[in-house]
């Protein structure tokens, strides 16, 4: 059974696939004369998710989560899960199986909250039942030629300062090294820039590092979500731990973002100016 606020429950049998997105239509190439497709249109979307987020396939013995699309997203298994709950980050063409039990989906900055964006949540339960499904939807009900092109996510300026500082951030995220991670000091943020751009504006001068952590969490979170936000709901222990994790889940920065930093230092002659 899938399930999310303003949207109704949908319940699948083996051999069917759910469709998620702001207008999910089959993916080019299917076979559709063999696979059964249901359409999951999703409330409130952001204008920059995808037509097709991801897909729910249901086997004979298992449930896989299939991401196809932007934003990349949170799940979450409960307590029912092999060796307790667990947290997986979904980005474009990444599987996971989903545990029996139930399982939460955060598609983050998906949901369209005024003129800002909030995290849309989906719940996915997995039960073994009698042979109970729904009916697969036509498949012409399927094909929303006018719906509006997807839109670029909001994000940083590439190579800005607060795209540098949120590299930094994120740096334990996007390396690996996230067991325990600590998050940078104002002068370790400074230092890790200079490294990289030979260059940090006005980072020197601590109160310049919070302003631009400030900046990263707005966007990183949104209005709704913003930890530094006077009256937001979330409440976060350790906002600037909670900045870099989040800048490295939304992309904001990635991996690549910080090889290519790596590589600049190491050879000054390729660093952009």
């Not at 059974?1 to 469709?19: C, F």
């Not at 003129?115 to 042979?131: F, I, N, Q, S, Y």
């Not at 400074?190 to 590092?209: D, F, H, I, K």
Request: aromatic content about 6%.
């Amino acid at each position: 059974m899938v399930r999310g606020s303003g949207a109704p429950a949908v319940v699948l049998g083996s051999g069917e696939t759910l469709l998620v997105g702001r207008a999910p239509q089959v993916p080019e190439g299917r076979p559709e004369t063999q696979l059964r497709f249901s359409p999951y249109p999703l409330p409130d979307c952001a204008e920059h998710v995808s037509r097709l987020l991801g897909e729910v396939v249901v086997g004979d013995e298992t449930v896989r989560l299939r991401w196809r699309g932007n934003p990349a997203a949170q799940l979450s298994s409960m307590f029912d899960a092999p060796g307790g709950a667990r947290r997986v980050i979904l980005t474009e063409g990444v599987s996971a199986q989903l545990d029996d039990g139930e399982n939460q989906l955060l598609v983050l900055r998906g949901k369209q909250v005024g003129a800002g964006h909030a995290d849309l949540l989906l719940a996915m339960d997995v039960t073994r039942v009698d042979e109970t499904t729904t009916r697969p939807i036509p498949l012409p009900a399927l094909l929303d030629r006018d719906a509006a092109p997807t839109k670029d996510a909001p994000g940083l300026v590439p190579h800005g300062r607060e795209w540098f500082v949120a590299l930094a951030l994120a740096e334990p995220w996007l390396s690996g090294a996230d067991d325990y991670p600590r998050p940078p000091t104002n002068r370790e943020i400074y230092e890790r820039v200079l490294s990289w751009r030979g260059y940090a504006w006005n980072l020197e001068r601590p109160q310049r590092v919070d302003e631009a952590i400030r900046k990263v969490s707005a966007v990183a979170f949104g209005p709704h979500e913003d930890p530094f936000r006077a009256g937001t709901d979330r409440q976060v222990r350790n906002v600037r731990f909670a900045v870099g994790r989040r800048a490295a889940e939304v992309r904001l920065v990635t991996a690549d973002d910080l090889s290519a930093a790596n590589r600049a230092r190491r050879n000054p002659s390729t660093e952009e100016r």
